[in-house]
């Protein structure tokens, strides 16, 4: 006897599981995929080529949460990821005696060479 473990997601176990509680394939009262598999290897259970609606249903509905928190951690560790390269960027000016950026607009804005627009205006 050879046993080898499946590797799937918590949402296709739980489908899984599911057909395998409804085609009575239990193993100390509790549903078994392990059951389940030995009785589509003897021919006992036969696969029809046929996506089930409700279990595309379901586990489209499961994985939706986990989309959008996946979708929202990318976002931070990006957003997280631009804020120390900029930060690292201005070290890197700074050790090189160049002012920090945005530093030159804004001393031009105070001694009145650009105005509040961001205008270069001439000096009088």
Request: aromatic letters at 4%; glycine letters at 6%.
């Amino acid at each position: 006897m050879k046993r080898q473990s499946l590797k799937l997601d918590e949402i296709d176990w739980q489908a899984l599981m599911g057909i395998a509680c409804q085609m009575g394939c239990e193993y100390r009262d509790e549903p078994s995929w392990r059951r389940l598999i030995d009785q589509i290897a003897s021919g006992k259970l036969t696969v029809v080529d046929r996506p089930d609606k409700r279990i595309k249903a379901f586990q489209e509905k499961m994985r939706q949460p986990l989309r959008e928190e996946r979708k929202k951690k990318l976002t931070a560790n990006l957003m997280a990821q631009a804020e120390r390269n900029r930060l690292r960027h201005e070290r890197k000016r700074r050790a090189a005696g160049i002012a920090p950026r945005g530093a030159q607009e804004e001393l031009e804005k105070a001694t009145g060479y650009r105005d509040e627009s961001g205008m270069v205006t001439e000096p009088e």
